[in-house]
């Protein structure tokens, strides 16, 4: 696929790089940028030489949202045909760790994509927010529920009630990002931390992505079961072998992702 709103590099030291790029309109996402993200995602997803991916803007602006102007005509039909949540659906279903890489704004559908995401690395200029009330509507594609989730209800209620920003330092005591590091490298401490993800065994990052994300829509006790069942299902596989007999022979594993 050709891609015209993102960058994407090809994959080095095991990490797969997408950046939005759309920096004239601070990286509003369109349909077509939402279109692109899940195709590179998807091929990144197939790609066994991909163990951990990296999202991001540029410094001004991770995402300021989705296309406003694109919206402004809709009616609940129309936005209903479009149906991009099909396309969110996608992003949350990724089997490989994503890290965003948020520096400048990440509002609204923004912030939503990031908190799709499984990390955040922030800048110490970034801004979160939800400001869909300001315009007449309100968060779409997860905001009442990651951010709750993330910040609890207070914090989250204030942020999309009000619609005022939050910044990174806001962000890091409310447990919605991981870390946050100077601007001027917001980029490469993203990059090491996803080459970190990416150096170990690929079959158990992925599922211990899928069973941390079930702890979302599961009871304890049903994803204590689902967690149970992911560890013995890696007993039947190579790197649970390797990494096990490295471990006795005192030397580094050579993972196969089998
Ligand atoms: N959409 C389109 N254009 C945008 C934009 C956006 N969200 N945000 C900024 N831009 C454009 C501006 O129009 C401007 O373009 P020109 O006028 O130069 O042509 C350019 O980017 C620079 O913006 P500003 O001149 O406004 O820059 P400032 O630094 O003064 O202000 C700002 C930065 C981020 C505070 C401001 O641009 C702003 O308030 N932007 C809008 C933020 C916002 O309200 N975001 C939420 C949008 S609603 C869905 C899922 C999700 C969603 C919808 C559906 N489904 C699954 C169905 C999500 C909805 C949203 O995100």
């Known amino acids: 696929m050709e891609y015209t709103c993102i960058l994407v590099t090809k994959p080095i030291d095991g990490v797969g790089v997408i950046q939005i790029n759309r920096p004239a309109v601070l990286n509003a996402l369109n349909l077509q940028t939402m279109t692109e993200i899940v195709a590179a995602l998807g091929e990144f997803d197939a790609d066994t030489t991909v163990r951990c991916i990296v999202l991001y803007g540029n410094e001004k602006a991770f995402a300021a949202g989705a296309d406003i102007k694109e919206m402004t005509g809709a009616d609940t039909v129309e936005m209903m045909k ?35 995401c499984d990390m955040i690395v922030a800048s110490d200029t970034a801004k ?41 330092q806001e962000a890091l005591s409310a447990g919605l990002v991981n870390r946050v ?15 970190e993800v990416a150096s170990k065994a690929p079959i158990a990052t992925m599922l211990v992505k ?3 994300l079930k702890s979302f829509s599961s009871t304890l006790e049903g994803g204590l079961e689902f967690e149970r069942k992911n560890f013995y299902m890696l007993f039947s596989t190579e790197d649970q072998k390797e990494g096990m007999e490295a471990f006795v022979e005192k030397r580094k594993p050579n993972w ?3």
């Not at 590091?181 to 080459?195: D, G, I, Q, S, Y």
């Open 256 to 258: 196969k992702g089998r």
């Open 128 to 168: 979160f927010g939800q400001p869909e009330i300001n315009i007449g509507v309100m968060p779409g594609a997860g905001g009442t529920q990651r951010l709750t989730r993330a910040v609890g209800k207070a914090l989250a209620m204030e942020i999309a009630l009000t619609g005022r920003m939050i910044s990174a």
């Open 210 to 212: 899928e069973a941390v």
């Open 181 to 195: 590091v100077p601007t001027n490298v917001f980029f490469e401490e993203a990059l090491a931390l996803a080459k």
């Open 82 to 116: 479009r149906d991009q949540f099909a396309k969110w659906e996608k992003i949350r279903t990724t089997k490989k760790p994503i890290i965003a890489a948020v520096s400048g704004f990440a509002l609204g559908g923004g912030c939503e994509l990031a908190m799709l």
